[in-house]
């Protein structure tokens, strides 16, 4: 169907082409001045019909990327053990993985959460590699869990512009030494029930067991 002389695309058309061109974005051996990637992303700004649906589709497909690429890393089972038998190319992986996912996170926390909501695998994952990852490492873990959260409220309260708002219906309120939180359908569920029924397990593992703890 045309409309002004543009190609209207129904709702499956449009969101496979977003992810074939949010892919080809996410793709790392793209340079980022490659005249393909300059077209793919004018051609999705223009399909994605928003800003908000094209960096969703961005964040998706990044997200996705990385996932893959650290998957596929000889990253060990968890443990005490896990620097000394990991090969330094699966703790620069890992290293790289969850910074990139953190910066995707803080900036768009709502992509992050409709990520981890699709594979409810990824936070147990790497909350269980916390205590034996070097601190900057724990930090992104830290950050990743309060993005999952819907009421985390990162575009505002966590970047200085004030707390009380909300993200997809979430909230998250401070009274005393106590939090509320309120969880929509947005995902979320999964940080929430990390730290609902896990956070002391976690926190003793934490303080105990990581690297710059046992160094203090």
């Known amino acids: 169907k045309a409309a002004a002389g543009h190609l209207a695309l129904d ?9 074939l ?50 998957s596929a890393a000889a990253v060990p089972r ?23 996912c ?6 768009r926390p709502k992509n992050w959460r409709a990520f981890t909501a699709g594979r409810p695998d990824i936070l147990p994952g790497i909350v269980r590699l916390t205590p034996w990852v070097p601190e900057a490492m724990q930090l992104d873990v830290i950050r990743l869990l309060t993005y999952a959260m819907l009421g985390s409220d990162a575009e505002s309260s966590l970047s200085g512009g004030g707390g009380g708002g909300t993200s997809g219906g979430g909230k ?16 979320g569920g999964g940080a929430l029930k990390i730290v609902a029924s896990g956070f002391g397990r976690f926190a003793r593992a934490f303080l105990v067991s990581s690297p710059s703890a046992a160094a203090a």
């Not at 709702?11 to 992810?19: F, K, N, R, T």
């Not at 968890?78 to 969850?98: E, F, M, N």
């Not at 953190?102 to 900036?107: D, L, N, R, V």
Request: charged share 20%; hydrophobic share 45%; proline share 5%.
């Open 11 to 19: 709702d499956a058309s449009s969101a496979a082409w977003c992810s």
């Open 172 to 187: 998250l309120r401070h009274r005393g030494s106590t939090s509320e939180v309120s969880v929509g359908t947005e995902g």
């Open 21 to 70: 061109l949010a892919g080809v974005l996410a793709n790392p051996r793209r340079a980022k001045s490659s005249p393909v990637r300059r077209a793919a992303r004018k051609l999705l700004l223009v399909v994605a019909g928003s800003r908000e649906h094209y960096h969703a589709a961005r964040d998706a497909a990044a997200l996705t990327s990385v996932y893959t690429r650290l």
């Open 102 to 107: 953190a910066e995707i996170a803080a900036g």
């Open 78 to 100: 968890p443990g005490p053990w896990l620097l000394d038998r990991a090969p330094y190319a699966a703790v620069l992986a890992l290293s790289s993985a969850l910074s990139a």
